[in-house]
């Protein structure tokens, strides 16, 4: 009898409020000095809750002005669970003319579960706002006296020079090379087009006369910007006049080159050969500017 007794009194006392509804809580605040007036200070509140309890957003504190020099910028919660996490941004709008002390005021969240609730105190929490300017300004003869900021030393360059003169220095010869390779300097290109062709004439003999005819066409269709033909040798020796000297050997070779590749029964022989050769000298020689 004694024992049912005193399970009945413990539960009617138990009856009326939350046991233990928050099984955390942590408020989180930045540096609590140096402050200036406009500055923004972030203030997070971390609150688990038991099972089956819930946080009243309606409770916390609402967006705007709290007093003359506080306003309440920014209201974040974000829930995960039982865990809710509360996201203050406030900001201080208070010119002291010393170093001050202010307090973000505190308030009472409220908690709360199936028609029980009950509050959770938030601290106030205290910081020190510093003045812009010294009390006493001090003055010239041209009027306040304005102290900047003192500039951040500067960092020594000379490595930096050193290390771009050297890039430049070997990127240089690498990009001349690199543009002649893909002739980027026409004019170089030019003068150079049937040594180039010479040189391979020196090692072929009458069984690569194609191979020989091919190359004087590509040294001509590199002088011309453009595929050569018979045809157009008039435009081809408006654009090179020096080059109509030798029009007779220029015409035997489109004519020889078209026997050649398109007539049945053409058998070259060495002094066909040779003629090519002759005819790549002379265009090497007014290559070179000497006839």
């Known amino acids: 009898m004694r024992i049912a007794l005193i399970l009945i009194f413990s539960l009617l006392g138990c009856s009326g409020s939350i046991d233990e509804p928050v099984s955390y809580f942590n408020v989180e605040t930045p540096r609590p000095f140096g402050y200036l007036n406009g500055d923004e200070i972030p ?10 309890i819930t946080l009243q957003t309606g409770s916390l504190p609402a967006k705007g002005q709290i007093n003359r020099w506080l306003n309440l910028n920014r209201v974040t919660v974000k829930q995960s669970g039982q865990r809710y996490q509360i996201d203050l941004l406030y900001q201080v709008f208070y010119a002291p003319l010393e170093v001050k002390a202010l307090t973000l005021p505190g308030f009472t969240v409220q908690l709360s579960q199936g028609e029980k609730t009950v509050g959770k105190s938030i601290p106030a929490w205290t910081f020190t706002l510093s003045p812009l300017r010294e009390l006493v300004v001090r003055q010239t003869e041209q009027g306040e006296y304005m102290r900047p900021d003192s500039p951040p030393s500067l960092l020594a360059n000379d490595r930096a020079g050193y290390g771009l ?53 590509q040294a001509l269709n590199s002088l011309n910007g453009q595929p050569l033909f018979a045809d157009r040798l ?14 007779s050997q220029l015409a035997w070779f489109f004519n020889y080159s078209n026997r050649y ?6 058998i070259a022989v060495t002094q066909d050969l040779q003629q090519l050769k002759d005819l790549c000298e002379r265009c090497r020689k007014i290559e070179r500017g000497s006839r």
Do not use: W
């Open 43 to 52: 203030q997070r509140i971390i609150i688990e809750t038991r099972s089956g």
């Open 165 to 217: 003169a050297a890039g430049l220095s070997v990127a240089a010869p690498i990009a001349a090379y690199l543009g002649y390779l893909y002739a980027c300097f026409p004019g170089l290109s030019r003068r150079t087009v049937f040594k180039r062709a010479l040189r391979k004439l020196a090692g072929l003999s009458k069984a690569d006369m194609a191979q020989a005819l091919t190359l004087i066409h």
């Open 234 to 247: 008039s435009d081809f020796y408006q654009r090179n006049p020096q080059y109509r000297q030798i029009n």
């Open 261 to 266: 590749f398109f007539s049945d029964g053409m």
